[in-house]
């Protein structure tokens, strides 16, 4: 059995900002970029873009009226600028994610936004899909300060959806750099959906925990 390319050059599976940003487009939608390592994205179902569909128009609706400029964009490339303090300048490697969808500060055109501009990461998940979405990035969020991580799980056979639930998620501890954002706290939800449903409001309401 012939060996796969990259076991002759294993760098060969890392990739850089500055290659990522010259790959077509129709390639950057199919992949994220974790610490340097493609991560190949399954393209969504239709029942998944329908909730996303209806998930970013119920965000839309829930805007505040006064207060700071904020947009909803589904799958826009978050790029990550916390930087785990104990690697060295070669150690630190480009990570890029695509939330389903992203509640932000309105960016300048032109400008991509990172993790520092997003107030809420939502995800769209199937029940077989739970460790990347409720772990992995549930962790790289959270390090990120990203203050409220949001988690739709698709149940064909649920009546209803579910109670959402909170939970506190500490992100490592910052100690005199400058520059650095101050700690936020973070809020990791999930909630049950049904694909051929109308999603409703998922903002938590004031005293839950």
Request: contains cysteine; positive net charge; glycine residues 8%.
């Amino acid at each position: 059995m012939p060996l796969p390319s990259w076991a002759a050059d294993p760098s060969s599976l890392l990739i850089t900002e500055e290659e990522y940003r010259a790959l077509p487009s129709e390639v950057c939608k199919s992949i994220e970029v974790v610490d340097g390592c493609v991560i190949f994205r399954e393209s969504p179902s239709v029942e998944r873009q329908r909730v996303l569909r209806n998930l970013t128009c119920a965000l839309m609706d829930a805007r505040p009226g006064n207060g700071p400029r904020i947009t909803v964009v589904p799958g826009v490339d978050m790029y990550f600028v916390e930087q785990n303090p104990h690697a060295g300048g070669k150690g630190r490697r480009f990570t890029m994610r695509r939330p389903d969808i992203s509640v932000l500060f309105c960016v300048e055109r032109g400008t991509k936004p990172t993790s520092a501009d997003v107030l809420t990461a939502v995800e769209i998940t199937g029940l077989g899909s739970g460790q990347r979405d409720f772990q992995d990035k549930k962790a790289e969020y959270a390090g990120q300060r990203i203050s409220v991580y949001l988690i739709v799980v698709l149940d064909a056979e649920s009546s209803t959806t579910k109670q959402l639930h909170y939970e506190k998620m500490a992100p490592p501890a910052r100690t005199g750099q400058n520059g650095v954002r101050p700690h936020r706290r973070s809020v990791c939800t999930w909630a049950t959906a049904r694909p051929s449903a109308p999603v409703p409001s998922a903002r938590p309401s004031a005293g839950s925990s």
